[in-house]
């Protein structure tokens, strides 16, 4: 699937910020500073949004989860 492959429901960052699609999650996490993107929970979201770009399906889904669970272990999530 390609990288702009939406999201069943956005990711909600903060009250305004919503992350749509793959590429915008990935964006997302590449602006993130280092040693954030190489804690456990970053490194899962990355994980699985490149298993949903590669493969698709239900992956898009746990990608989507992956993104909320690493957002609210860093207490960012709205």
């Known amino acids: 699937m390609p990288w702009s492959t939406a999201f069943d429901d956005p990711v909600r960052v903060g009250n305004k910020r ?9 964006d997302y996490v590449m602006q993130l500073p280092d040693d954030a993107q190489h804690e456990a929970h970053w490194q899962t979201a990355i994980e699985t949004l490149i298993n949903a770009a590669e493969t698709g399906g239900g992956w898009v889904m746990f990608a ?3 993104m909320l669970r690493a957002l609210n272990a860093d207490g960012r999530s709205g």
């Open 18 to 26: 919503k992350l749509l699609t793959l590429q915008d999650a990935a």
């Open 64 to 66: 989507r989860i992956a």
